[in-house]
């Protein structure tokens, strides 16, 4: 599966703009669908996780209450609804796929990766 996020750019504190992650192939449902972000200097983080139905969803302690993932399967999308934005947000955000069914928050588990969008939040 290949993936392709948009949606990042230049957002002041307290916006709530919201990511794209486009997948490409007929299996996407096959997919726990993950979001990550990597900030200059730290390594890659986990956000949020859904599982291939999207029925649960998982969240970091950093941003549970202010994101919400969410998946459309039949148009082959996963969102990242980011709201309440903080300068500590900053990041290069990551959709991932993983094949199987346990959701998880390590980065080594998931194996395939879009190219990242930038989210900068201004205060």
């Known amino acids: 599966v290949q993936l392709q996020a948009s949606g990042g750019g230049l957002v002041q504190a307290g916006g709530s703009p919201r990511l794209s992650c486009a997948a490409s192939g007929r299996t996407f449902s096959s997919y726990v669908m993950g979001w990550f972000r990597q900030a200059p200097g730290q390594e890659r983080e986990f956000v949020a996780t859904t599982t291939r139905s999207g029925g649960s969803t998982y969240y970091a302690d950093s941003v549970k209450g202010r994101f919400t993932i969410s998946r459309d399967n039949a148009k082959n999308m996963v969102y990242l609804r980011m709201n309440s934005l903080k300068p500590e947000d900053t990041a290069v955000y990551y959709c991932?796929?993983?094949?199987?069914?346990?959701?998880?928050?390590?980065?080594?588990?998931?194996?395939?990766w879009g190219q990242g969008t930038q989210v900068t939040v201004s205060s």
């Open positions: 991932a796929a993983r094949t199987g069914t346990v959701v998880g928050e390590l980065a080594s588990a998931y194996n395939y």
